[in-house]
Antibody, heavy 121, light 115 residues
């Protein structure tokens, strides 16, 4: 059974950094691209970033481009999101999501429960 | 103007049908797009209901009943999620999703109330 467990959330100050992690199990991690999707309190879903199975390509939403960096370590079966220059509007529940195939152009399959990030001074 | 627009809320009665729309921005033609529909219940992550491109290219999500179906209205430049035989358990938020210009785009979501 696919299991995705996010960690690293918490309270961060505007302008500072946080790094999220996602531990994957129950599937062959390096056979799949991975995504981060966030949901602000009481709001809708927003795609954040994605990375291909071999880290050969990645993509970012305009709202985080230049500030966030997605990465993965296939040996550790882990996905990461380095969040820099945090803004209040980055406050959200961040979900780690498995893609349907190696390409990040395939949609969201299995979801983790998320880790809460709150940006506040 | 948002890429995908969904009505924020919709109410329908048990046993009735509900038609949830996802309208694409006027400069984006709904025709070629695969539309993904997700259901999200409070406190849970979203689940894929179905994907729809055309009547010959569509796929139900794993374990999703046939009373959930997709279609397109080309005249309205919109995708439609039709839920028939509404049940109280269908009360949830529903999101459409497309792959557009090398990015994933969600609609704002529709909160469906079954009363």
């Amino acid at each position: 059974e696919v299991h995705l467990e996010e960690s690293g959330g918490g309270v961060g100050q505007p302008g500072k950094s946080l790094k999220l992690s996602c531990a994957a199990s129950g599937f062959t991690f390096d056979d799949y691209a991975m995504h981060w999707v966030r949901q602000a309190p009481g709001k809708g879903l927003e795609w954040v970033s994605s990375i291909a199975w071999n880290s050969g390509s990645s993509g970012y939403a305009d709202s985080v481009k230049g500030r966030f960096i997605i990465s993965r370590d296939n040996a550790k079966r882990s996905l990461y999101l380095e969040m820099n220059s945090l803004r209040v509007e980055d406050t959200a529940l961040y979900h780690c999501v498995k893609a349907e195939s190696k390409s990040w152009g395939t949609p969201f399959d299995n979801w983790g429960l998320g880790t809460q990030v709150t940006v506040s001074s | 103007q948002a890429v995908l627009t969904q009505p924020s809320s919709l109410s329908a009665s048990p046993g009735a049908s509900a038609s949830l729309t996802c309208t694409l921005r006027s400069d984006i033609n709904v025709g070629p797009y695969i539309i993904y529909w997700y259901q999200q219940k409070p406190g849970s992550p979203p689940q894929l209901l179905l994907r729809y491109q055309s009547d010959s290219h569509k796929q139900q999500g794993f374990g999703v009943p046939r009373r959930f179906s997709g279609s397109k209205d080309a005249s309205a430049n919109a995708a439609i999620l039709l839920i028939s035989g509404l049940q109280s358990d269908d009360e949830a938020d529903y999101y459409c999703l497309i792959w557009h210009n090398t990015a994933w785009v969600f609609g704002g979501g529709t909160k469906l109330t079954v009363v």
